[in-house]
């Protein structure tokens, strides 16, 4: 029997209608030409089927995202379109002779948060090794960024503000709006990751003011290996990938276009679920914390959080250590246990969060095809374990 899944913000299964939509794509078992597998750049009608198919889902996300389709440029995942985004700006932003302005260690200056992704803060900590200068603001007890740290640190040189939308740990969401008006005001660019948020939160690029939006499909109900970048019309980014014109010059690739549909077919059902999508996880999310109360304390914003994320701390457990002894529910943890010793996670270490607690942390995150009576199963099981 599969256990019960509370690990959405890990990743998501597909969805049937989602699979439904790709299948076309993939071909046929047959191979008798009657699936949509041409190259989206030929000119013959499988190609401009495929072409248009693309341009269908373009126009899908955009609409999920309240931008315009010439805005959405497709990447192979979250991980990429974050690169493309940082990357692209610190390149785009280098004039004269390159070389000369690293050995100087000037003209770049970014600014971050404490509890990013690995997938922001390895590409800011590579532009550190190249001289970019890097401002890490932290976070308050529950997670959330202080706009005017944020304000205080912008300087004359400053290119870039990124910071998440929600935490995929604790899932509390930041003051996005707030930061994406400060950097507008300044003449700075903001990047913003929404991988954990869409289709769980509203989320319109500007009414966040935003200028360069990380989306992941598999966070969103589509297959692992597709994402998007948004790119606000204006801004100029240097390509990741050098190869021939797709998507508009920006990303060098023949497109994947099963994966794009299914994404395309995502955010179109996400935005005809929001905002019960949001009621509904919330709800759960409340069912679960309210079976735990008794026994577990709560990390994070205990209102302006993610619908359906519950950190909670197991007092006296290791978080690895309760989960193992819980087979029949796959969730996560908030620390790691490496020969003995108990590692707790860099989000909630910049939270402040004492190791002696943090270290029976345990992330609980539930989706669209949670169920109460799994809910209400899987609070019995983990207080059973707890003891």
Known sequence: MAPIY???????????EVFRAMLPYLGDLDNNHRGIFGNPSSTHALGRAAHDAVDHSRAQVAALLGAQP??????????????HAIKGVFFARQTGNFLTRLFRRAGCHVITSAIEHPATTNPINFLQSLGCRVTVVGVNGVGRVDPDDVRRAIAPDTVLISVMHSNNEVGTLQPIAELGKIARERGVLMHTDVAQSLGKVSVNVDDLHVDLVTVAGHKLYAPKGIGVLY????????????????????RAGTENVPTIVA????????RATLPQATVRLTALRDRLHHHLAGRVTLNGCPTNRLPNTLNVNFTGHIGAELLAKV????????????????????VLCAMRVPPEVGKGAVRLT????????????AAKQLLAAAG
């Open 263 to 270: 994404l395309g077919k995502a955010c179109e059902i996400a």
């Open 327 to 346: 087979p029949g529910v796959a969730a996560s943890t908030g620390s790691a246990c490496h020969e003995g010793r108990v590692t707790q996670s860099a």
């Open 231 to 250: 790119v606000r019309r204006g801004v100029k980014l240097v390509p990741l990938l050098h190869g021939a014109g797709h998507e508009n010059g920006q």
């Open 6 to 16: 509370l690990d959405y913000n890990a990743t998501t299964p597909i969805d049937p």
């Open 366 to 377: 539930v989706g669209r095809f949670s169920t109460e009576a799994e809910i209400d199963s």
């Open 70 to 83: 010439d805005e959405i440029l497709f990447t192979g995942g979250g991980t990429e379109a974050s690169n």
